[in-house]
């Protein structure tokens, strides 16, 4: 199994969709056993199997969002 820290980090997690190309799921880590992965991102909430992971690790907070500026 990969490395991944405790739940309520964020993370991203790279895998195979069955098609076989990767995609990225990047949200807050739920939960994480020895078949399944759980990520809640931006998607939703994704259950990911162990077996199609190529890579997790942990990642910063989002940055802030920028303020706008206004014409005047």
Do not use: C, F, W
């Not at 895998?15 to 939703?44: F, H, I, N, W």
């Amino acid at each position: 199994m990969v490395n991944l820290p405790a739940p309520g980090r964020r993370v991203v997690v790279r895998y195979l969709l069955p098609t076989g190309q990767a995609t990225d799921a990047l949200g807050e880590l739920v939960s994480a056993d020895e078949t399944t992965v759980v990520v809640d991102g931006k998607r939703g909430v994704e259950h990911i199997a162990v077996g199609d992971i190529i890579a997790a690790k942990e990642v910063p907070p989002p940055p802030a969002p920028r303020t706008r500026r206004t014409a005047g």
